[in-house]
């Protein structure tokens, strides 16, 4: 490993090295999207190349797709895998029950559908991810872009009555262009106050004309892999609190470090 990289990113990698573990020879693999996610693909083809492990990827975004091919990962479509063994992701931010926040790359939508088909959702994050309340970062929601101002109105109005919108809601920009997800819709990324009752706000917003999805993934994750700047790693498991806090060792010489690209 490259001895300049930051500590986040120390701390990403060794996240994504540990959940690779959890990865059996014939699973079917949701692939994530993000830098977290990148090192877990990355990971994945090492241990393709190396250690002959032989999967099927679906990845959750084109950007992840791109990466999988790259790394000689198979890759098929969700049709048809039909269903995951296990789905492996980063996040935006996950409080004490495992609730998530994601879409910070776009790709909510993908990948709630694919951690949806999963029998485990592994999320893959560095300390900084943790939060005692979800709601600091923007919560992001895929709209299509057919009448998004007036989508854009309701949600603001509705969430004000609620008193969840701490202030406006911003839509995302490519440059001087709304940013596209991969199926064409906008994103807005909602400022709010803090989230007391996740559930509750991702059906709301789920009900209103417009919305696609929103970033919330409540009881979908089942398992996270916390990196650390040092190199510690801890997993933590919804059912059984802290089960393992263990130590993975850098190697200087890592050559997954020299293509760093996402
Ligand atoms: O939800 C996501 C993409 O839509 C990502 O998982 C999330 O934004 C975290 O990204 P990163 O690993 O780069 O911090």
């Known amino acids: 490993m490259s001895s300049d990289l930051s500590p986040i990113d120390k701390a990403k990698f060794v996240a994504a090295k540990r ?3 959890f990865v059996e020879d014939g699973m079917r693999v949701g692939l994530g999207t993000g830098s977290t996610a990148a090192w877990l693909v990355r990971c ?3 241990m393709v190349r190396d250690d002959g492990l032989k999967i099927r990827g679906v990845p959750t975004s084109s950007r992840t797709a791109q990466l999988a091919r790259d790394v000689g990962i198979e890759v098929i479509s969700l049709d048809e895998a039909k269903w995951l063994d296990i789905t492996i992701d980063g996040a935006d931010e996950f409080d004490g029950e495992l609730n998530l926040i994601k879409g910070g790359g776009g790709a909510l939508l993908q990948e709630k ?3 949806t088909a999963s029998d485990q959702m592994i999320v893959i994050a560095d300390i900084g991810k943790e939060v005692e309340h979800l709601g600091a970062f923007p919560l992001p929601i895929e709209v299509i872009p057919f009448g ?3 989508t854009q109105a309701l949600v603001e109005e509705t969430l004000i009555s609620m008193d969840v919108l701490g202030r406006s809601s911003t839509l995302r920009m490519n440059g001087d262009r709304p940013f596209h997800t ?7 990324d909602l400022h709010l106050n803090r989230i007391g009752n996740p559930r509750q706000l991702s059906l709301v917003v789920n009900q209103m004309p417009g919305v696609v999805e929103n970033g919330l993934f409540i009881d979908i994750c089942d398992t996270v892999v916390i990196g650390y700047g040092d190199g510690r790693v801890e997993v933590r498991d919804i059912n059984e609190g802290t089960v393992a806090t263990e130590r993975l060792d850098f190697v200087e010489s890592d050559n997954l470090f020299s293509d760093l690209s996402d």
């Open 182 to 188: 991969d199926e064409g819709n906008y994103i807005l």
């Open 19 to 21: 959940a690779a573990q």
């Open 113 to 115: 559908i694919v951690a």
């Open 148 to 150: 998004w101002q007036t």
């Open 44 to 46: 994945l083809g090492e």
